[in-house]
T-cell receptor, first 116, second 110 residues
Framework: NAGVTQTPKFQVLKTGQSMTLQCAQD?????MSWYRQDPGMGLRLIHY???????DQGEVPNGYNVSRSTTEDFPLRLLSAAPSQTSVYFC???????????????FGNGTRLTVT | EDQVTQSPEALRLQEGESSSLNCSYT??????LFWYRQDPGKGPEFLFT???AGEEKEKERLKATLTKKESFLHITAPKPEDSATYLC???????????FGTGTSLTVIP
């Protein structure tokens, strides 16, 4: 049972380059999300999705695009990378809607991105 | 504004020395409070969910408690393998977003 898989684990980009961070889950979770983690800032929500074809913005969406064409995959796109996007990116998924109370987020192991 | 604050930022304990980590929150309506453990280079790993004031959950040397304004993660007789960063997060009644604290970095010295 793989859970949430993120690729790549590490990436170095030059300013202005574009790339896609991949996220896949095999738990049949409708809810998927992207966070960035910076020192002293905690995890901050970038975008999330509650099902195929449905996406919404989180706390820090600028500079990032997402789409959700399947239940399993939720890629995050950086169209023109900036040094401020240097961070560790985590994908997380959970059951949705909740059958009773809340189900927790299940996280991947992250992508460490450096933009020079 | 919804806010989650964790203290202390860092904690060093001798093996066997019990202590508590704090997570205080200010949210419009609490739907659930979550505790996670994060090891270096890894994603957060789920520990507990708490829903209402007075609730307690236990797992091995860890016990989480919840009041109307804060949650505590009590660590009893810690071992070096308990060294990690502990994160708390809240989900509010108003949406699908989770708000995370900045974490407590715990080091347990043999």
């Amino acid at each position: 049972n793989a859970g949430v898989t993120q690729t790549p684990k590490f990436q170095v980009l030059k300013t202005g380059q574009s790339m896609t961070l991949q996220c896949a889950q095999d738990m049949n979770h409708e809810y998927m999300s992207w966070y960035r983690q910076d020192p002293g800032m905690g995890l901050r929500l970038i975008h999330y999705s509650v099902g195929a074809g449905i996406t919404d913005q989180g706390e820090v969406p600028n500079g990032y695009n997402v789409s959700r064409s399947t239940t399993e995959d939720f890629p995050l796109r950086l169209l023109s990378a900036a040094p401020s996007q240097t961070s560790v990116y985590f994908c997380a998924s959970r059951t949705y809607p909740d059958s009773s109370y809340n189900s927790p987020l299940h996280f991947g192991n992250g992508t460490r991105l450096t933009v020079t | 504004e919804d806010q989650v604050t964790q203290s202390p930022e860092a904690l060093r304990l001798q093996e066997g020395e019990s202590s508590s980590l704090n997570c205080s929150y200010t949210v419009s309506g609490l739907r659930g409070l979550f505790w996670y453990r994060q090891d270096p280079g890894k994603g957060p790993e789920f520990l507990f969910t708490l829903y209402s004031a007075g609730e307690e959950k236990e797992k091995e040397r860890l016990k989480a408690t919840l009041t109307k304004k804060e949650s505590f993660l009590h660590i009893t007789a810690p071992k070096p393998e308990d060294s990690a960063t502990y994160l708390c997060a809240v989900q509010t009644n108003t949406g699908n977003q989770f708000y995370f604290g900045t974490g407590t970095s715990l080091t347990v010295i043999p």
